[in-house]
């Protein structure tokens, strides 16, 4: 059965520091990763993907996340952390013979200015 | 969020009531979805379609029911509003070929019941 495993509810971290938001999954075959970003009273917005290629992917607003094969992880980082930051994350996963996606139950990163 | 819009972004309604939530895309997508949120948790897809007149319920049980009779057109009908159906509802959609594989996100409806 494919699932993905967000394990931290909360992340907090200060301004301008790295900072990491993790992420394992199961699911047959190659995956297809994502990570969206929600911003209150919002949708869900794209932030980067791995379909295939280079294992480190580069998205949206300085974001970049790595996909480990063998850690079965694709964890979403940031070099140096801003307020605005500040959202709930979803990790996401699709085999290549389904469409739908499969998601993690979010993880809000709190900066702290 | 662009090319797909859910109207309306707000309602507040009493019980009992009949409503739809509206969800259109413009990008030509075969497969939507709906799902629901309470806020700052997870989600839970409740009905997905793969193309016209195809619906699907999700992994959570709801009283709503959809239709897909344009592909452009996805919306969700809850025939007697109850309070426990307050929360955001999500609409989003995907498409079976080209290079995005993801999915694309309407802005939600916050759904209150009083």
């Known amino acids: 059965a494919q699932s993905v495993a967000q394990p931290e509810d909360q992340v907090n971290v200060a301004e301008g520091n790295p900072l990491t938001v993790k992420c394992t999954y199961s699911?047959?075959?190659?995956?297809?990763l994502f990570w969206y970003v929600q911003y209150p009273n919002r949708g869900l917005q794209f932030l980067l993907k791995?379909?295939?290629?280079d294992n480190l992917v580069k998205g949206s607003y300085g974001f970049e996340a790595e996909f480990n094969k063998s850690q079965t992880s694709f964890h979403l980082k940031k070099p140096s952390a801003l307020v605005s930051d500040s959202a709930l994350y979803f990790c996401?996963?699709?085999?290549?013979?389904?469409?739908?996606?499969?998601w993690g139950a979010g993880t809000k990163l709190i900066i702290k200015p | 969020e662009a090319d797909i819009y859910q109207t309306p972004r707000y309602l507040v309604i009493g019980t009992g009531k009949k409503i739809t939530l509206e969800c259109s895309q413009t990008?030509?997508?075969?497969?939507m979805y709906w799902y629901q949120q309470d806020p700052g948790m997870e989600l839970h897809l409740i009905h997905y379609?793969?193309?016209?007149?195809?619906?699907e319920k999700g992994d959570l049980s709801s009283e709503s029911t959809v239709s897909r009779i344009r592909t452009e057109h996805f919306p969700l009908t809850l025939e007697s509003a109850r309070p426990s159906h307050t929360s955001q509802y999500l609409c989003?959609?995907?498409?079976?070929?080209?290079?995005?594989?993801?999915?694309?996100f309407g802005s939600g409806t916050r759904l209150t019941v009083v």
């Open positions: 996401a996963v699709r085999a290549p013979s389904n469409y739908q996606l499969i």
């Open positions: 791995y379909i295939t290629g």
């Open positions: 990008m030509g997508h075969d497969k």
């Open positions: 699911v047959s075959g190659n995956p297809y």
């Open positions: 379609s793969y193309g016209v007149n195809s619906t």
């Open positions: 989003a959609s995907s498409e079976s070929f080209g290079l995005n594989y993801g999915y694309t």
